[in-house]
């Protein structure tokens, strides 16, 4: 099996990678009072350094008092913060890497394990996390206007600070997937409604805010799945046309790559063809896809939280569906986070070398 269709080069505006592997984005918890520490910075510098072509940062939330549940996950705001993210983009960047940041609001969230919370109550549309589970607030038209603009502000800084991209966090059941889902917007006002392309409409305002703030030839890419971790077999879009009536939109607001998260990258989804979620998004919208869940890996990502370890398996299904040309991009997740030298060691065909996933590898930020 050949994998050099996975080191070819992708060019689309202001990204410029050197070959088809993304760095998906890993929360790590490692930014304590959310400002990136010299040791995110090497942890993200050895990525590059290992060859990914893209890296995409852990969620990293925008200046919303109650934008995270956790006082060690990243700010993308602030001067501390921001100082922290120059030395993240620096280091990637002086090792012939690229680099977004994936810019989030968490919305109504359960309570950390920690005992840390906000200073104020988790905000979302209405108030929930997932049927029957209320824990914040419904936010209000300026709430979500200020929202909006924080979104907006994160990605200027992240064009200023000199990243390459801004991947906007809209999958896994966070804030704006919040917003899509019908079992947690009960909205009656103009974010709400009965379909999805209604519920869209927090998506695009979002979207049309970045754009705004970055420009027409800065790289906009949104992170979206179907499934959330409250319903793991869900469905946003449960045809083709409700996929291509919900992307559409968000392309028109200024989508360039759609990332679909899936937890295992195979899966059909739709019957009737064994297109998967990014081979879909790629033929309905024309728009790059990035295909993601459980490359290299025997099991998936939920597993790993559970405490399961994953074994390295084979790329071949993987570059089947790349050289068919379903996606454009892989993200890889759990086999980066436990060794940098992944992408060398698939390159070389040192498959003997590979690591596998366990979950001490979670614990540490592994160089
Ligand atoms: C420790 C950990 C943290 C994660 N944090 C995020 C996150 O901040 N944002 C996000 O969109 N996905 C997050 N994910 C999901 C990954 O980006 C990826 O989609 C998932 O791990 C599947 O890829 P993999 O099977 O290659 O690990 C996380 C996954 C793991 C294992």
């Not at 994160?154 to 059941?173: M, P, R, W």
Request: overall charge negative.
């Amino acid at each position: 099996m050949s994998t050099n269709s996975l080191f070819q080069p992708f060019q689309l505006k202001s990204l410029n990678i050197k070959n088809r592997i993304v760095m998906a984005p890993m929360t790590r918890s490692f930014s304590p009072n959310g400002v990136p520490t010299a040791d995110v910075a090497a942890y993200y510098r050895k990525r590059a350094e290992g060859e990914v072509g893209l890296i995409l940062s852990e969620g990293t939330v925008i200046e919303r008092v109650s934008s995270s549940n956790d006082a060690n996950i990243p700010h993308f705001y602030g001067k501390e913060a921001l100082a922290g993210w120059q030395n993240v983009i620096d280091g990637v960047h002086a090792e012939g890497g690229s680099m977004g940041p994936q810019i989030w609001h968490m919305g109504i969230m359960d309570n950390h394990q920690s005992g840390w919370l906000p200073a104020q109550p988790f905000e979302g549309p209405s108030g929930l996390n997932r049927p029957g589970f209320n824990n914040g607030k419904s936010m209000t038209e300026q709430d979500i206007a200020d929202t909006i603009a924080a979104f907006g502000r994160a990605a200027a800084d992240a064009k200023s600070l000199g990243f390459d991209c801004v991947e906007i966090h809209g999958a896994h059941g966070y804030l704006i997937d919040q917003f899509f889902w019908d079992a947690t917007n009960q909205r009656d006002d103009i974010y709400g409604g009965k379909t999805l392309p209604e519920r869209s409409r927090f998506a695009i305002e979002v979207i049309k805010e970045v754009r705004k703030q970055v420009g027409e030839d800065f790289a906009i890419i949104i992170r979206l799945s179907q499934f959330k971790p409250a319903a793991y077999t869900n469905q946003l879009a449960k045809t083709p046309s409700e996929m291509e009536a919900w992307l559409n939109p968000l392309a028109d607001a200024g989508v360039d790559i759609f990332h679909c998260s899936q937890r295992r990258f195979w899966e059909p989804e739709f019957a009737g063809s064994d297109l998967n979620f990014a081979g879909w998004a790629k033929k309905l919208s024309g728009k790059a896809t990035i295909t993601v869940g459980s490359v290299g890996l025997s099991g998936d990502f939920f597993g790993a939280f559970a405490g399961e370890s994953s074994e390295p398996s084979s790329l071949e299904e993987l570059m089947r569906r790349l050289d068919r040309g379903d996606f454009d991009l892989v993200a890889v997740g759990r086999p980066l986070l436990a060794d940098p030298h992944w992408a060398q060691k698939i390159r070389d065909g040192k498959n003997s070398e590979l690591k596998g996933f366990t979950k001490a590898a979670l614990g540490e930020l592994v160089l």
